[in-house]
């Protein structure tokens, strides 16, 4: 079993940063992939950014390409979130998650992630 611990939410201004730090810990286990996801409230998750732990290939959402940042550290399993100039519409609960095996490089969608972290919450202030 693979369990993800996420850590760094919070409460920031607008124009503000924060980064968000994932853990994956478990037995034996592949990645083909780790990558972030967002629910705002009353909407849907949607995907926010990923990165191929293989060939290092990093994909994002329109909405935050150019914000955010996407790294990872193979050795410790663990995926980072740097988001800089925040706006009040990224305010979500944020989930990491892990796609052991699947054939796409970078997936978007949340049914190729079998693994899922509890979320940390996000608040940008207008």
């Known amino acids: 079993q693979v369990q993800l611990v996420e850590s760094g939410g919070g409460l920031v201004q607008a124009g503000g940063s924060l980064r968000l730090s994932c853990a994956a810990t478990?037995?034996?286990?592949?990645?083909?992939?780790m990558s972030w996801f967002r629910q705002p409230p009353g909407k849907e998750r949607e995907f926010v950014a990923g990165?191929?732990?293989?060939?290092?290939?990093?994909n994002y959402g329109d909405s935050v390409r150019g914000r955010f940042t996407i790294s990872g550290d193979v050795a410790k399993n663990t995926v980072y979130l740097q988001m800089n100039s925040l706006k009040h519409e990224d305010t979500a609960i944020y989930y990491c998650a892990l796609d052991p095996s699947s054939k796409v490089i970078v997936p978007t969608t949340t049914t190729l992630y079998t693994y899922w972290g509890q979320g940390t919450q996000v608040t940008v202030s207008s």
């Open positions: 478990g037995r034996a286990f592949s990645v083909n992939a």
């Open positions: 990165l191929n732990w293989r060939f290092g290939n990093r």
